[in-house]
């Protein structure tokens, strides 16, 4: 079966600018994750969605970053006011639930560079 | 930065055991993983530990934990070329939030 996808898997923005990046996890998968890694370093949580809630939005830098995920499916991560130091690869990932050993399932992706 | 604390470099010989270190803070972690992740890829998991499990074995993957000094290690036995990559230890907080180490980026020679 399809893993998970996001899309675009590179964006180039400048900085000020407003983007969007997008997640698509597994089918049937109810927990949501999103992380940020930064060259040469692990990936760092940020935000982590139980169907179409926030359950944990502790991981955000701050409030110019945002994350939501209407229909319990496909989430979207917002940045606004993009600033040098958010380029990184954002990575999504998903598990069928949540809780010790539901294992998450990354997706490729998204390197995003602001110049 | 990261609780999670790995050795940066390892370098072995094709055919090799190669063995690579994690240190971690949280006690209460009821899971530790190791994810591979190899150029221009996701991360892969590749194995974990339920903290009340001294060792894990996986064919060539053996996974030792001591828990008493929060050290976990990852053995890859019989090393290949395919197994060149980023090694990352990580622990769950919360159980659902992973802290991740830096990453150990294992090269394997000929």
């Known amino acids: 079966g399809a893993g998970v996808s996001q899309t675009p898997s590179n964006k180039v923005t400048e900085k000020g600018k407003y983007v969007e990046l997008r997640c698509d996890p597994i089918?049937?998968?109810?927990?949501l994750y999103w992380y940020r890694q930064s060259l040469g370093q692990g990936p760092e949580f940020l935000i982590y969605?139980?169907?179409?809630?926030?359950?944990?939005d502790s991981g955000l830098p701050n409030d110019r970053f945002f994350a939501v995920r209407p229909e319990g499916s496909v989430s979207t991560l917002k940045i606004q006011r993009t600033e040098r130091g958010d380029s990184a690869v954002y990575l999504c990932a998903s598990s069928l639930a949540s809780g010790g050993g539901d294992t998450q399932y990354f997706g490729p992706g998204t390197r995003l560079t602001v110049l | 930065g990261e609780d999670v604390e790995q050795s940066l470099f390892l370098s072995v010989r094709e055919g090799d055991s190669s063995v690579i270190n994690c240190t971690y803070t949280d006690s209460s972690s009821t899971y530790l993983y190791w994810y591979k992740q190899e150029p221009g890829a996701g991360l892969q998991l590749l194995t974990y530990?339920?903290?009340?499990?001294d060792m894990k074995q996986d064919q060539r993957l053996t996974v030792l934990l001591n828990k008493k000094d929060k050290h976990l290690s990852l053995r890859i036995a019989d090393t290949q070329t395919g197994d060149s990559a980023i090694y990352f230890c990580a622990e769950s907080m919360n159980d659902y939030k992973l802290s991740f180490g830096a990453g150990t980026t294992v090269t394997v020679r000929a």
């Open positions: 530990i339920f903290s009340n499990m």
């Open positions: 969605f139980q169907g179409t809630g926030a359950a944990d």
């Open positions: 089918s049937g998968h109810t927990a």
